[in-house]
T-cell receptor, first 111, second 115 residues
Framework: KQEVTQIPAALSVPEGENLVLNCSFTDSAIYNLQWFRQDPGKGLTSLLLIQSSQREQTSGRLNASLDKSSGRSTLYIAASQPGDSATYLCAGKGGSEKLVFGKGTKLTVNP | EPEVTQTPSHQVTQMGQEVILRCVPISNHLYFYWYRQILGQKVEFLVSFYNNEISEKSEIFDDQFSVERPDGSNFTLKIRSTKLEDSAMYFC?????????????FGSGTRLTVV
């Protein structure tokens, strides 16, 4: 059974700092991994999707990596801004169609 | 950019009442899903729907829950007799897994409050 863990649960950084969010999963038979952003009381916005055959994906200031052998994914945010403040969720897809989510990292970027 | 649309955004219902949550998935997607998130907890899978039938469901999705695609555009989740513990944010999602690298698109959610 796939379990997804995200560390840390919360992170507070000053504006402009580069930061890394971590995601680990127990089953290396992962088909793809998707990072989402969730603002308070809102829906899930897809940020990046990494297929199992890929090692990383980039979009603007965001870079996500996937290491299946170690069961880890990281989301790197460069030059953080107050508008980046949100909860970041990672979710893995295995052999079935369902996504298994981590609990998220709540990021606060202070001006 | 295509969106998944959910209505209503917030629904308050009395315990024991039936509720129907509505979703309009992206038109060329083939898989449809419902997930829920109880306040402060993980997003949890409820059910997936493909080719007009349930393809997978979780332990949460018991006989009180049902899904339907009544026409070519809507996808609904019905809870027959709501309980206090059904209070959560319910998310609809759709995907097109036949296209490599195509992930899931989620709606903005329906906050269900059972009183």
């Amino acid at each position: 059974k796939q379990e997804v863990t995200q560390i840390p649960a919360a992170l507070s950084v000053p504006e402009g700092e580069n930061l890394v969010l971590n995601c680990s999963f127990t089953d290396s038979a992962i088909y793809n991994l998707q990072w989402f952003r969730q603002d308070p009381g809102k829906g899930l916005t897809s940020l990046l999707l990494i297929q199992s055959s890929q090692r990383e994906q980039t979009s603007g200031r965001l870079n996500a990596s996937l290491d299946k052998s170690s069961g880890r994914s990281t989301l790197y945010i460069a030059a953080s801004q107050p508008g980046d403040s949100a909860t970041y969720l990672c979710a893995g897809k295995g052999g079935s169609e369902k996504l298994v989510f981590g609990k998220g990292t709540k990021l606060t970027v202070n001006p | 950019e295509p969106e998944v649309t959910q209505t209503p955004s917030h629904q308050v219902t009395q315990m024991g009442q039936e509720v129907i949550l509505r979703c309009v998935p992206i038109s060329n997607h083939l898989y449809f899903y419902w997930y829920r998130q109880i306040l402060g907890q993980k997003v949890e899978f409820l059910v997936s729907f493909y080719n007009n039938e349930i393809s997978e469901k979780s332990e949460i999705f018991d006989d009180q829950f049902s899904v339907e695609r009544p026409d070519g555009s809507n996808f609904t989740l019905k809870i027959r007799s709501t309980k206090l513990e059904d209070s959560a944010m319910y998310f609809c999602a759709s995907s097109r897994p036949q296209v490599p690298g195509y992930g899931y698109t989620f709606g903005s959610g329906t906050r269900l409050t059972v009183v």
